[in-house]
């Protein structure tokens, strides 16, 4: 699943008639560098959440065909948040462990080693702490997950999911957080360090910087 519900208030005036998935870096939008890596790593069913503008990301992804994927798409009136996009969600992802990413980020991790996980609850990709949030948000601590005194890493927005996370869940907006630190607090969220690169997406300079390096990689 890859989460495009957002607004990207910060991202203004770029995602006043664009969605932020939408923003192109190295050529492409964001969103279609993640489904590309998807498609690579042998997904094969994509559920994309989408609110504002959503109609524009349906526009230019469509089924999935052109990447050998099936996309199918949970329409929101409202953005729900993290939490309440993937519960909504749920009937489309099926009840085994599922992929979530966030539209907002680029990586060049490989996802393909996520594919077979088996989280108890949840199974978090973290990263070194970036200069925009340089407190971090968990510990990583013998494969495990804990909201606990230590060095910090940041939630990279992947994660492998078991359905069960939301148990006695209800529609509406509310946020995946709480959820996993509840999970983190029983012992059931692991995790692992991310080793390539990752960007976070969140205002219009890291999109810059973003597109500089993908350029510099592909040349003129």
Not at 66 to 95: D, H, K, N
Not at 121 to 149: E, M, Y
Request: hydrophobic share 45%; proline share 7%.
């Amino acid at each position: 699943m890859i989460l495009a519900a957002g607004r990207g208030e910060r991202m203004r005036p770029l995602t006043d008639h664009t969605p932020k998935p939408l923003l192109v870096a190295g050529g492409k939008a964001l969103i279609e560098h993640q489904i590309e890596r998807l498609a690579a790593a042998g997904f094969e069913d994509l559920v994309i959440n989408h609110a504002h503008l959503g109609e524009q990301i349906e526009a230019l992804v469509g089924d999935g065909a052109r990447w050998g994927i099936r996309v199918r798409y949970s329409r929101e009136e409202r953005a729900l948040e993290t939490g309440g996009g993937i519960f909504q969600a749920l009937p489309l992802v099926g009840p085994e462990p599922f992929l979530v990413v966030n539209g907002d980020i680029w990586t060049d991790l490989a996802f393909a080693g996520l594919r077979t996980l088996a989280p108890r609850l949840a199974h978090l990709v973290l990263v070194a702490n970036p200069s925009h949030h340089p407190r971090g948000d968990f510990v990583l601590r013998d494969g495990q997950v804990v909201d606990d005194d230590g060095p910090r890493l940041t939630f990279s927005g992947i994660g492998v999911y078991h359905p069960d996370l939301f148990a006695g869940c209800r529609p509406g907006a509310f946020p995946l957080a709480p959820l996993l630190r509840q999970a983190m607090a029983r012992g059931q969220v692991s995790g692992e360090r991310l080793a390539g690169r990752w960007f976070d997406i969140g205002t219009p300079e890291r999109l810059q910087a973003l597109d500089r390096m993908l350029k510099a990689q592909t040349g003129p």
